[in-house]
Each structure stands twice: as structure tokens, then as C-alpha cells.
């Protein structure tokens, strides 16, 4: 079975910091996603990033950013300048590679960003 | 606006009470899910479908039922519900390993 792990259940950052929110998993698959999802106080979840095992690189959305360590099974997400509307919480997220599959959440990170 | 919709956005239910909570999306997504988020536990997975008439549980699906007669619709029901089964639920869907697109929620108290 899957598992995902976020060890961090608060952060706070300062507006323009750096931050990063820890994820591990434990998988014995070779295929599969892996995602961070930002839900603010609006309750809506919202798609921030998406990594695929297979790629080597890692993936970018303009202030957000990932280390991907396959051989680790990490996946830290990065958020540069942060801002007051980042505030939020974050979840990070695994999916095997096949269609039709559920994803599975870590617990969760809240983290608060202050001017 | 394409998307998920669920309804009702809020809901108060006494012990032993039945309910639907519903979920429709209009972007012929085959595959659709429900999630229940407690506070501190992330979401958790009741029930999923991976198209018309085929639907299988998930990790918590004690206590609901759902159905999809549709492409566009998959209800979820609680019969007799209780105060564990207070928590905010999810709609999902997807289209093959893309992204999921989620619901705006709907927040359930059982008194």
C-alpha cells in the first residue's frame, strides 16, 4: 500500500521569504505522479504542481518548484517570495500510473505567511 | 463555468437521518471520487467510479452508498448518519492521469 507523509503539520514564513514543505512516500511502484494541492481558507483545491516519476527534472510553476528524490521518495515543495495569498493549507498528493487510480494524501501542512 | 458542482455547500443532520450529497460535472470526465476531510487527516477516500454503472469503495466507504447512472452524476448517500461521519466531503473527477478537478465542498455536521 501507499503511504504519504507530511512531517511539518505548521510552517510560517515571512512576505518575500523562501519556505519549503516536506513530503515523503512509500510506494514499491516504478510509475506513478506526484502533486502539490493548496487549499486556502475558501476550501477549494487547487492544483499547484505535478511531478511524473519518470521525468528526471524537476517540475517549476513560477514561484513554486520541487525536489524530487526518487531514490529518497521525497518530494519537497519550494515557494520563493512568498506572499500573503499563499497562506493556506498544502497537501501533497501520489498517484500510480493508471487511469481510473485515486490519489492519496499526506495529512497536511498549514502554513501562514506574514508581512 | 466547467467544472465539479456539489450540493449543498453546508448541512446540519440529526442522528439517525438520511441525506444525498450531490456531485455533477459537465467536462465527460469517466472517472469520479468522493473524499472526506477531517481536520488534522487529510482526505481520505469513500467511494470512486470509473465510469457509468461501475462503482467500487475506497478506504472509509463504511456508512455511504453511491451510484452513477450517468457520465455527469455521482451522488453520494448517507443512511442513518452519525456524529463520526461530521466532516467536510469532496467531489472529484478526472480524464485518464490528469489532474483532478474537485468540488467546492460541502460541510456536514450530524448532531
Known amino acids: 500500500a501507499q503511504t504519504v507523509t507530511q512531517s511539518q503539520p505548521e510552517m510560517s514564513v515571512q512576505e518575500a521569504e523562501t519556505v519549503t514543505l516536506s513530503c515523503t512516500y512509500d510506494?514499491?511502484?516504478?510509475?506513478?505522479?506526484l502533486f502539490w494541492y493548496k487549499q486556502p481558507p475558501s476550501r477549494q483545491m487547487i492544483l499547484v504542481i505535478r511531478q511524473e516519476a519518470y521525468k528526471q527534472q524537476n517540475a517549476t510553476e513560477n514561484r513554486f518548484s520541487v525536489n524530487f528524490q526518487k531514490a529518497a521518495k521525497s518530494f519537497s515543495l519550494k515557494i520563493s517570495d512568498s506572499q500573503l495569498g499563499d497562506t493556506a493549507m498544502y497537501f501533497c498528493?501520489?498517484?500510480?500510473?493508471?487511469?481510473?487510480?485515486?490519489?492519496?494524501f499526506g495529512k497536511g501542512t498549514t502554513l501562514s505567511v506574514s508581512s | 463555468n466547467a467544472g465539479v458542482t456539489q450540493t449543498p455547500k453546508f448541512r446540519i443532520l440529526k442522528i439517525g437521518q438520511s441525506m444525498t450529497l450531490q456531485c455533477a460535472q459537465d467536462?465527460?470526465?469517466?472517472?469520479m471520487y468522493w473524499y472526506r476531510q477531517d481536520p488534522g487527516m487529510g482526505l481520505k477516500l469513500i467511494y470512486y467510479s470509473v465510469g457509468a454503472g461501475i462503482t467500487d469503495k475506497g478506504e472509509v466507504p463504511n456508512g455511504y452508498n453511491v451510484s452513477r447512472s450517468t457520465t455527469e452524476d455521482f451522488p453520494l448517500r448517507l443512511e442513518l448518519a452519525a456524529p463520526s461521519q461530521t466532516s467536510v466531503y469532496f467531489c472529484?473527477?478526472?480524464?485518464?492521469?490528469?489532474?483532478?478537478?474537485f468540488g467546492s465542498g460541502t460541510r456536514l455536521t450530524v448532531v
Open positions: 467536462m465527460n470526465h469517466n472517472y
Open positions: 498528493a501520489f498517484m500510480i500510473h493508471q487511469a481510473g487510480t485515486a490519489l492519496i
Open positions: 472529484a473527477s478526472s480524464y485518464e492521469l490528469y489532474g483532478y478537478t
Open positions: 510506494t514499491s511502484e516504478n510509475n506513478y505522479y
